[in-house]
C-alpha cells in the first residue's frame, strides 16, 4: 500500500510539473513534452524488459529505434514506381542470392558430415560466390535507382498503406533484427555484451544513413502521412473554428494543440496496452522465472531452465517495444531523419529513464521516461533563466555572459548527470524500486 500512494504522489507531481509548464510557457510546449515524453516512457518500457527482467544489457536502443522507424517509411511511403522499373529487378536478384547463400551455409554447416577444414572452405567458398555475384548485380541496381530524381525520390519508396500499418511491423522488423543480433551476441559476458549491441547499434544506424536506396539516407523521407488531421484543415473547418471561438483560443494556436491531442490520444492507449502486457507478464509464472534467471542463472540452470532461450525471448521482446517506440517516433515528427539517430547521446538518456525510475518495475521505467525527458528538455530554457540571473551584474558586455548564455544548451548534460547521482546516492534503487520479495525464492 505503501508503495502505491508513493507511486500516485510521484506521478501527481509530474502532471503538476506538466501543469505548472503549460501556465509559465505555453500549452504547445506542453502537449509536446507530453507527445515525447509517452514515446520515451514506451523505450523506457523496452529496455526495462530487457534489463529489469533478465539482466540483460543492450546498448542497442537507437539501433532497434532506427529500424522501428524505417519501418515506417517502408509501410507508408507509396512505391516510387520508376526507381523500381530501374532497380527493383536487380534488388530481387539480390535478395534471392543472399537467401540461397544462407541456405546454402546452413545445409552445409548441418547437414554435410564434413572434416572441419574442409567445411570450412565450402563455407568460405560460398560466401565469396556470394559477394561476387552481389556486386555484379547489386550495386548497379543501386546506383539505378538512386539516380532517379534523387533531389526528390532516389529510393524504392513502400507499400503505400497506412501509416498506423507500421506500428505493427516496426515490432516485428525489430524483433527480427534482435533474433540475429542475439543469436550472435547472447552467449557474450554481460561486459561485451553491452560493447556488442553498442557496436551493432552503430552499424545499423550507419546502414540506415547510407543506403539511400531504401531509406534515402541523409537526404531524409519528408511528408510522411500522419494518422491526425492537418492544422490547415481544422483553421478552415467551421465547427473547429466555432469550437475555438468557445474556449476563448485563437484558431491557428489552437489547432497546433488539437493535432499534438491527436497524437497523446494514440499514444496513451498503446502505452496502456504495454503496460498491461508487462505487467502481467511479470507477475506470471514466466515473469517469476525471469527473474530467477536475472538473480541466479547458475541455481536457474541446475533446474533445467534454457537460459540461452530465455535470453533470447527476452531480448527480443524489449526490442520488439523499442522498435515500436521508434515507428511513433517518426509518425510523430512527419519525417525519417537518419541523421537524429545518436547512440552515443540517445542510448544512454534511455537508460538514465530506466534506471532514475527504478530497474525492474514497469511503473518506474514509465516514470522515468516522463521526468527524464522533461528535464531534459526543460534544461535548456530554465539554464537561460539561471545563468541570465547569475550573470547579470557582469553586465550586458561582458564576453563570459554571453558566452554563458550562448552555450546554456549544456545545462542538459549537466542537469542529467546531476539527477543521476542524487537519485543513485539516495535512492539507489529508483524512484519507484522493484517490489521487495519479488524474487525467484519467494
Not at 537508460?351 to 525510475?357: F, L, P, Q, V
Request: hydrophobic share 55%.
Amino acid at each position: 500500500m505503501k508503495l502505491l500512494h508513493s507511486r500516485i504522489f510521484l506521478f501527481a507531481v509530474m502532471a503538476l510539473l506538466l501543469i505548472a509548464t503549460g501556465l509559465v510557457q505555453s500549452w504547445s510546449v506542453v502537449t509536446t513534452i507530453l507527445n515525447l515524453c509517452l514515446i520515451s516512457a514506451i523505450m523506457s518500457l523496452g529496455v526495462n524488459i530487457q534489463w529489469g527482467y533478465a539482466g540483460l544489457v543492450n546498448f542497442g536502443v537507437m539501433g532497434f529505434c532506427a529500424v522501428g522507424g524505417m519501418a515506417v517509411v517502408l509501410v507508408a511511403e507509396p512505391p516510387v514506381g520508376a526507381a523500381w522499373s530501374a532497380g527493383g529487378r536487380g534488388i530481387a536478384i539480390s535478395a534471392f542470392i543472399v537467401a540461397v547463400a544462407i541456405a546454402a551455409c546452413l545445409v552445409v554447416a548441418r547437414k554435410l558430415k564434413l572434416r572441419t577444414r574442409l567445411k570450412q572452405l565450402v563455407l568460405a567458398a560460398i560466401i565469396m560466390i556470394a559477394i561476387f555475384l552481389l556486386k555484379q548485380v547489386f550495386g548497379p541496381a543501386t546506383e539505378a535507382i538512386e539516380a532517379v530524381d534523387p533531389s526528390l525520390s532516389g529510393y524504392l519508396g513502400g507499400l503505400g498503406l497506412p501509416i498506423l500499418a507500421s506500428w505493427i511491423v516496426a515490432p516485428v522488423l525489430a524483433a527480427g533484427v534482435a533474433w540475429l543480433v542475439g543469436k550472435a551476441a547472447l552467449g557474450l559476458r554481460t561486459d561485451y555484451l553491452a560493447i556488442a549491441t553498442f557496436g551493432i547499434s552503430e552499424i545499423l544506424v550507419t546502414l540506415v544513413r547510407n543506403e539511400d536506396w531504401l531509406t534515402r539516407g541523409v537526404k531524409n523521407v519528408v511528408g510522411l502521412p500522419r494518422p491526425a488531421p492537418y492544422e490547415i484543415d481544422l483553421q478552415q473547418a467551421i465547427w473547429f473554428q466555432h469550437l475555438a471561438a468557445g474556449l476563448g483560443q485563437p484558431v491557428d494556436g489552437f489547432s497546433t494543440i488539437f493535432v499534438k491531442l491527436c497524437f497523446a490520444a494514440l499514444f496513451i492507449p498503446v502505452l496502456a496496452l504495454l503496460m498491461w502486457l508487462s505487467e502481467s507478464a511479470l507477475n506470471s509464472p514466466w515473469g517469476r522465472m525471469m527473474r530467477a534467471v536475472r538473480d541466479n542463472e547458475v541455481a536457474a540452470n541446475a533446474m533445467g531452465k534454457d537460459i540461452k532461450k530465455i535470453h533470447l525471448t527476452v531480448f527480443v521482446l524489449g526490442a520488439a517495444v523499442i522498435g515500436l517506440g521508434g515507428a511513433m517516433l517518426v509518425t510523430l515528427d512527419g519525417q525519417f531523419t537518419p541523421s537524429s539517430y545518436q547512440p552515443q547521446r540517445f542510448t544512454f538518456l534511455i537508460w538514465i529513464m530506466m534506471i532514475i525510475g527504478g530497474s525492474g518495475n514497469n511503473w518506474g521505467a514509465v516514470l522515468g521516461g516522463f521526468l527524464i525527458w522533461f528535464c531534459w528538455v526543460e534544461a535548456e530554457p530554465a539554464g537561460v533563466w539561471l545563468l541570465d540571473l547569475l550573470t547579470r551584474g557582469l553586465g550586458e558586455q561582458s564576453e563570459l555572459r554571453h558566452h554563458l548564455l550562448a552555450n546554456a544548451s549544456q545545462m542538459r548534460l549537466v542537469v542529467m548527470g546531476v539527477v543521476l547521482l542524487v537519485v543513485l546516492r539516495f535512492m539507489p534503487r529508483g524512484l519507484i524500486p522493484e517490489k521487495r520479495g519479488q524474487s525467484f525464492s519467494d
